[in-house]
């Protein structure tokens, strides 16, 4: 019995499991810099993709001895994680124009917490993906602009990486 | 044998468990700790907006302060309402002879803090704080009214009628209500009639006085103002066969709408806002034992209250009365009329002609944006903006305690990469920040726009909540404060809807675009579906034409002259 329902369990899952993998953007992305290494982690949705991001230092050997920022962090006045910082709909040609919120800022007394920005993402050697494993990393452009308007003097600079080329884990 | 002993003992067990487990759930236990609910009441109750000022955060630690004795703030923001934190009214006796504040000596400071119930637009109780060498605080509700005595606005006592226009002055201060419907019949008679006489309608109109320019955010408090109090009242002597009955229903008779219908209006200026600050409570509706009740009808367990409006002891005055005495009539202004007044009244000329220079070919062929604001209380009031080839983007500041912006008009102009024929979701959102930190007037403010491309446009504010709740996740989501289910779904919505029309891929508004007809038909599919609660209106280059435009039930792009 217990066997049989382990079995249904699978069948039932494989398909999301699948899904996931199939993707070309959902995943982990990384992009080091001497010892600092910034991290995007992406997901699938119904419409497109949701994502965090976060900054760690790492030794030597690779092994993360402290964070420097991660978006995955309370609200304003909260105990209630952002739910996500990049938003996006579905990708076109390799290409994915979202929303970053940069809420790893700090500002003056007034600040409402956050950038809101303009992030473009886009695959930029699409022959290495294959569904069932990768010819060769997948490599990402990453490129954040300010969203166009009218902008408060007071914002900070971007504490995000605004043009770097991420590759895929 | 062995198995079914323990299985026995196992059941006895569990229905121990059970047992307490129902006992300790059904027990009426004191309540030692705030429920929840009442818990993100007080915390949504003593949310304090930015740009707070120093006094007002002294009125809401204060009042944390005494809400820790007996826990009052649920039930003041359960039967009153909510602090408008952000519509502060300050009184300040020191600072202007004009103001006349009762029973306040040279030296005292008040201010007003509006209490407004949950999905209502209109003043329900008020907060007064007395500041002189300590914070008093006191709270008053506007269905009191009626254990005053009524009069008229002359006496020199407080009455009901008094107590309403401080009511009345705190609506038109807060939301813009200039109108009232009078629902007592016993508020503001016509005392020269006699008390027989069959009245219709009574209504009340607020405005400031015609000489007091100078208004809350000019840096002075001019406290005037202009209250007329019209009724139509039954005049029988005039027509026999149709008035010798009182209550004719209106309409009945037409002799009656035309000669036994008698409007009159009388109006009294008024510099008092203090109104009801006199010392002089009326009696009744509890005490400082079990008592209270009322307001949201649905509280039963019995509530300590204060048979004074004073706050200090941390229990909530006693309700001393449960009908309502009058509402704001509600009709929303029409948004043609607030793009008309701003661009013909002649106190904008200058600002209006800066307009205009934006939208020339010289300044839409820059590759960056400039900008003009109109701000009240500023010295000079016109502003002049401007981005740089390397930053394009104009910049909006916040402005200091005490000016607004009347009025932005700013350029899109032959940027490299393209630029909107139309408003940027960014311009969006950082109007509606500058509102939510009370550095626009809603009900007034005008934003315009001139294009590269030859569009030309203004946008009026004509619901703020709707525009604020919109922008509810970009307001809250970094700031303390904010309903947390709310930010996330006001989130969700924002970006799917951002994605949608500005940043996927295939975005239906875009930068490159130069249908400038399809642009607009877009942008208008995004306003109905973000409900944006802004209403926008097709202008030319000397933004002296204006014509409404909305999509319809259907769908189609519906356009309604303003002219």
């Known amino acids: 019995m217990k066997n049989l329902a382990l079995i249904l369990a699978l069948i039932i899952a494989t398909p999301a499991i699948c899904q996931i993998q199939h993707d070309m953007f959902a995943g982990s992305w990384k992009y080091q810099n001497g010892n600092e290494v910034f991290i995007v982690d992406l997901w699938k949705t119904v419409d497109g993709y949701n994502g965090h991001y976060r900054k760690i230092m790492v030794d030597a050997s690779g092994n993360q001895v402290s964070v420097v920022f991660d978006s995955n962090k309370p609200m304003g006045g909260s105990t209630t994680n952002w739910p996500y910082v990049i938003s996006s709909g579905n990708a076109v040609q390799n290409k994915v124009g979202a929303t970053i919120h940069d809420n790893t800022v700090s500002g003056g007394p007034n600040f409402r917490g956050f950038l809101e920005a303009k992030l473009k993402m886009q695959i930029i050697n699409p022959g290495c993906y294959a569904p069932r494993g990768n010819t060769c990393p997948l490599q990402l452009q990453w490129t954040v602009t300010k969203d166009a308007g009218l902008q408060d003097p007071s914002d900070p600079g971007f504490s995000v990486p605004t043009n770097i080329i991420l590759t895929k884990q | ?563």
Not at chain 2, 466 to 486: A, I
Request: charged content about 20%.
């Open chain 2, 1 to 563: 044998m062995q198995k079914t002993h323990l299985q026995k003992w196992y059941y006895l067990f569990l229905l121990f468990l059970l047992t307490t487990f129902t006992f300790v759930s059904c027990r009426k236990m004191d309540r030692l700790v705030a429920p929840a609910g009442d818990y993100e009441l007080t915390e949504k109750f003593l949310t304090l907006p930015p740009m707070t000022t120093p006094q007002v955060k002294r009125i809401a630690q204060k009042l944390k302060t005494l809400n820790e004795k007996h826990g009052f703030l649920t039930t003041i923001a359960k039967q009153n309402g909510f602090a408008m934190w952000d519509k502060p009214i300050t009184s300040n006796t020191a600072k202007s002879k004009k103001v006349a504040a009762r029973s306040a000596t040279a030296s005292d400071t008040i201010i007003f803090i509006p209490l407004v119930l949950e999905n209502t637009q209109y003043v329900n109780a008020f907060i007064l704080a007395r500041f002189n060498d300590s914070i008093s605080l006191k709270l008053y509700r506007a269905n009191d009214y009626s254990s005053y005595s009524f009069g008229t606005l002359e006496d020199s006592t407080t009455n009901a009628e008094k107590f309403a226009i401080q009511f009345m002055l705190l609506d038109f201060e807060t939301f813009g209500h200039a109108n009232f419907k009078v629902l007592d019949d016993r508020l503001f008679k016509d005392e020269s009639l006699p008390t027989t006489t069959h009245t219709k309608a009574r209504k009340v109109h607020v405005k400031h006085h015609q000489s007091s320019n100078l208004r809350r955010g000019s840096g002075f408090e001019i406290w005037e103002y202009d209250v007329c109090t019209s009724s139509t009242n039954l005049k029988c002597s005039a027509n026999t066969a149709c008035c010798t009955q009182a209550g004719v229903s209106p309409g009945a008779c037409s002799a009656c709408e035309q000669v036994c219908w008698i409007a009159t209006t009388t109006c009294v200026r008024t510099s008092i806002m203090v109104a009801v600050d006199d010392g002089w409570y009326p009696s009744g509706g509890g005490s400082t034992g079990e008592g209270g009740g009322g307001g949201d009808g649905g509280t039963t367990e019995p509530t300590q209250c204060n048979p004074t409006p004073l706050l200090d002891n941390g229990l909530p005055p006693c309700p001393k009365g449960s009908k309502d005495g009058w509402l704001p009539t509600l009709s929303p202004p029409n948004p043609c009329d607030k793009v008309k007044t701003m661009a013909t009244d002649a106190g904008n000329a200058v600002y209006i002609q800066k307009v205009k220079d934006l939208a020339t070919a010289q300044n839409q062929n820059l590759g960056y944006e400039k900008s003009v604001s109109l701000i009240d209380g500023a010295t000079p009031n016109i502003v002049e903006a401007s981005g740089t080839t390397a930053s394009a983007y104009v910049t909006l500041p916040s402005l200091p305690s005490g000016q607004q912006y009347k009025s932005i008009a700013h350029t899109h102009p032959n940027t490299a990469g393209g630029t909107y024929s139309i408003f940027s979701y960014g311009d969006l959102s950082r109007l509606c920040e500058l509102m939510f930190e009370g550095q626009l007037e809603a009900g007034t403010f005008v934003a315009f726009l001139s294009t590269y491309k030859g569009a030309h446009y203004a946008f009026t504010i004509t619901d703020k909540t709707k525009f604020e709740d919109f922008f509810y996740y970009f307001l809250y989501s970094g700031r303390p404060g904010g309903d947390n289910v709310k930010k996330f779904h006001s989130l969700n919505k924002a970006m799917a809807l951002r994605a949608k029309y500005f940043l996927n891929e295939n975005a239906l508004i875009t930068e490159t675009d130069t249908d400038n007809t399809n642009v607009l038909d877009k942008f208008l599919d995004f306003m109905k579906e973000a409900d944006l609660g802004i209403t926008l209106f097709e202008t030319n280059t000397n933004f002296d034409s204006f014509t409404k435009v909305e999509k319809d039930q259907t769908g189609t792009v519906k356009r309604t002259n303003c002219n």
